[in-house]
C-alpha cells in the first residue's frame, strides 16, 4: 500500500487527509483539519489564504511520510502574483459584492447567449469572468504578473511551479469545453490577458517536488512530488462517485449542492443556457454537466443566526414538521451573501403568500424541502437537456450525514438514492493521484474500488411523487 495527502479545502473548512491505496483496499484518514474563516475587511470580504497555507503545512505536518500530496479546493476565486511571485493583497471571496452588476457589462461586449455557445458556463455572479472584469483598473491588476487559482497558489508555494489545472480553469468561463482548451475570442473580445494564467495542467500531471524549506517545516523527506489533481473539489467528488454504470445523476452536497451528469461532451443549446446548467470538465475529458444549487450553506447561516444549536436535536425536530408547507427557491442568488438568513428565507414565504416558517425546527424544513426540491428539479431537465437516463441518484460529500435530507431527495426524485461516501473530494484527490502512481488502473477501476472498499446506504423514494409536482408547480407561479 501507498500513501497519498489529499489537501480538501472547502468554503468554511479545510482538511489534510490520509489516503492509503492497495489492489483491494482504500483506507482515508483524517490528518488535520481546520477552519476556513473568511475576514470582512473595509475594502470587502477576503479569504485569510496565510492561514489556510498554515494548515496545509500543519496537516502534512501529521500527515507524516507520504507518497505524493494533491489539492483541491472550491472554484473561480485567484490569488495575484506581482513579477517577483509574491501575493498582490488577500484574494478576494467569490461572495463579495464587487461583481453586482458586472455580467451586463460582459455581455454587452459579448451577449449571454454567445458567451454560453463558446464556454458553455452557467451565469454566476463571481464567475472569474466577472471577477476580472469588476478588478480592471485596480493597482493588483495592473501590477500582477500571474494569476493562480487558489489549489494552484497553494501549490505554488509549496513547490515553486506554477500551473493551471484544467477542471479549475473550466470554472472560470474562459475554457472552451469542446476542446479543453482558452476560448481565445472571449478573452480578446473582452480584453482578458491569457497570458496571466500559467500553462495548463490536467489531473495526473505532475505538479513539481515539494520545496526544502517545506521539507524542514513539515519533516518530511523528500523528494515529494506534488500531482495534479481535480483540483476543483467537485471534479474530485464526481470522480469518487461509486457507479458501476452509466445510468447516474450525482449531487455533491456541502456549502453548495452541484447536481448533474457525467457526461462524454458539453450540451451548448439555448435550451441549456436557459435553464443554466454549466458545461465543467472533469476527470479524463468528461464534462460535469450540472446546476449549482444554494445548497447546506443556507442551514449553515441560519445555525450561525441562532448560536450553533445542536444540529441532530434540529433535525429530529424538523422530521415532525408537516412537509412542504412551505418552500423557496434553493437557487436564488437572493440568498448568496451571508447575514440573516432566517429573516430572508422567512420574508420569501411571506411575499410568496405561503405559511412563514417561524421556529428553527420550521425554517430547517423548509430548507430541506426546498434543497431536495431543487435537486429534483436539476436531476429532472439534466437528463431531459441531456438526453442521459437515470436510474439512481448518487449522493456524496457532507450533506451524506443529513439523512433527512437524503430520504427527502429520493422521495422528490423518485429514485433511489445511494448516500456516500462523505469525503467524496479527498477520496477523488487521492485515487487522481493513486493512479498517476500506479497504484491503480483507469476510472471505472478507480470506481470499482470504491464500490468494493466503501458503504454507502441506500434511501428507496416514498410515496407517488404527488406532492412534490404540486410543490414545484407553486414555486414555479411565483
Given at each position: 500500500m501507498r500513501s497519498y495527502a489529499a489537501v480538501d479545502l472547502g468554503a468554511s473548512s479545510g482538511r489534510v487527509m490520509v489516503g492509503r491505496v492497495g489492489p483491494d483496499s482504500l483506507e482515508l484518514t483524517e490528518a488535520h483539519r481546520f477552519r476556513n474563516r473568511p475576514v470582512r475587511l473595509p475594502e470587502g470580504l477576503r479569504w485569510d489564504v496565510l492561514s489556510l497555507y498554515a494548515g496545509v503545512l500543519d496537516g502534512l505536518r501529521a500527515a507524516g511520510p507520504v507518497d505524493s500530496v494533491g489539492i483541491d479546493s472550491w472554484a473561480v476565486d485567484y490569488g495575484l502574483l506581482d513579477a517577483d511571485g509574491a501575493l498582490l493583497g488577500n484574494p478576494v471571496h467569490y461572495r463579495d459584492t464587487r461583481t453586482e452588476g458586472v455580467a451586463e457589462k460582459v455581455w454587452a461586449t459579448v451577449p449571454a447567449a454567445e458567451l454560453y455557445a463558446a464556454t458553455g458556463l452557467q451565469y454566476a455572479p463571481f464567475n472569474t469572468l466577472y471577477q476580472l472584469t469588476a478588478a480592471r483598473g485596480t493597482r493588483e491588476l495592473?501590477?500582477?504578473?500571474?494569476?493562480?487559482?487558489?489549489?494552484?497558489?497553494?501549490?505554488?508555494?509549496?513547490?515553486?511551479?506554477?500551473?493551471?489545472?484544467?477542471?479549475?480553469?473550466?470554472?472560470?468561463?474562459?475554457?472552451?469545453?469542446?476542446?479543453?482548451?482558452?476560448?481565445?475570442?472571449?478573452?480578446?473580445?473582452?480584453?482578458?490577458?491569457?497570458?496571466?494564467?500559467?500553462?495548463?495542467?490536467?489531473?495526473?500531471?505532475?505538479?513539481?517536488?515539494?520545496?526544502?524549506?517545506?521539507?524542514?517545516?513539515?519533516?518530511?523527506?523528500?523528494?515529494?512530488?506534488?500531482?495534479?489533481?481535480?483540483?476543483?473539489?467537485?471534479?474530485?467528488?464526481?470522480?469518487?462517485?461509486?457507479?458501476?454504470?452509466?445510468?447516474?445523476?450525482?449531487?455533491?452536497?456541502?456549502?453548495?449542492?452541484?447536481?448533474?451528469?457525467?457526461?462524454?461532451?458539453?450540451?451548448?443549446?439555448?435550451?441549456?443556457?436557459?435553464?443554466?446548467?454549466?458545461?465543467?470538465?472533469?476527470?479524463?475529458?468528461?464534462?460535469?454537466?450540472?446546476?449549482?444549487?444554494?445548497?447546506?450553506?443556507?442551514?449553515?447561516?441560519?445555525?450561525?443566526?441562532?448560536?450553533?444549536?445542536?444540529l441532530g436535536e434540529l433535525l429530529r425536530e424538523a422530521t415532525g414538521v408537516p412537509a412542504l408547507r412551505s418552500v423557496v427557491d434553493a437557487g436564488d442568488a437572493a440568498f448568496l451573501a451571508p447575514g440573516r438568513m432566517p429573516e430572508r428565507i422567512a420574508e420569501a414565504c411571506r411575499v410568496s403568500g405561503q405559511p412563514v416558517p417561524r421556529t428553527p425546527a420550521e425554517i430547517t424544513r423548509c430548507i430541506l424541502d426546498s434543497l431536495a426540491l431543487a435537486h429534483r428539479r436539476a436531476v429532472e431537465e439534466a437528463r431531459r437537456l441531456a438526453d442521459h437516463p437515470v436510474d439512481v441518484v448518487h449522493v456524496v460529500g457532507g450533506g451524506t450525514r443529513n439523512t433527512l435530507l437524503c430520504q427527502l431527495t429520493a422521495d422528490a426524485c423518485g429514485l433511489p438514492v445511494v448516500a456516500g461516501p462523505t469525503e467524496a473530494a479527498a477520496l477523488g484527490n487521492v485515487l487522481v493521484q493513486a493512479r498517476a502512481h500506479g497504484s491503480v488502473g483507469d476510472r471505472a477501476d478507480m470506481r470499482r474500488l470504491l464500490a468494493r472498499t466503501q458503504s454507502p446506504t441506500r434511501y428507496e423514494p416514498r410515496g407517488d411523487g404527488g406532492p412534490w409536482r404540486e410543490a414545484a408547480a407553486r414555486l414555479a407561479a411565483r
Open positions: 495592473r501590477e500582477a504578473a500571474r494569476l493562480l487559482l487558489i489549489p494552484d497558489l497553494l501549490a505554488y508555494w509549496l513547490t515553486g511551479e506554477q500551473g493551471t489545472e484544467l477542471t479549475n480553469a473550466s470554472t472560470t468561463q474562459l475554457i472552451d469545453p469542446r476542446t479543453g482548451d482558452w476560448a481565445y475570442g472571449v478573452a480578446e473580445r473582452l480584453g482578458v490577458d491569457l497570458g496571466l494564467f500559467a500553462p495548463l495542467r490536467r489531473p495526473g500531471d505532475p505538479a513539481g517536488l515539494l520545496r526544502a524549506g517545506v521539507l524542514e517545516e513539515t519533516g518530511l523527506t523528500g523528494p515529494v512530488p506534488v500531482t495534479t489533481v481535480g483540483s476543483h473539489d467537485t471534479a474530485s467528488a464526481v470522480a469518487a462517485v461509486p457507479a458501476t454504470g452509466e445510468r447516474f445523476a450525482y449531487i455533491c452536497t456541502g456549502t453548495w449542492s452541484l447536481a448533474g451528469l457525467e457526461l462524454a461532451a458539453p450540451v451548448l443549446t439555448e435550451e441549456s443556457r436557459a435553464a443554466n446548467f454549466t458545461n465543467e470538465l472533469g476527470l479524463d475529458g468528461t464534462v460535469r454537466y450540472l446546476r449549482n444549487i444554494m445548497g447546506l450553506w443556507l442551514l449553515q447561516e441560519c445555525l450561525r443566526a441562532w448560536g450553533e444549536p445542536d
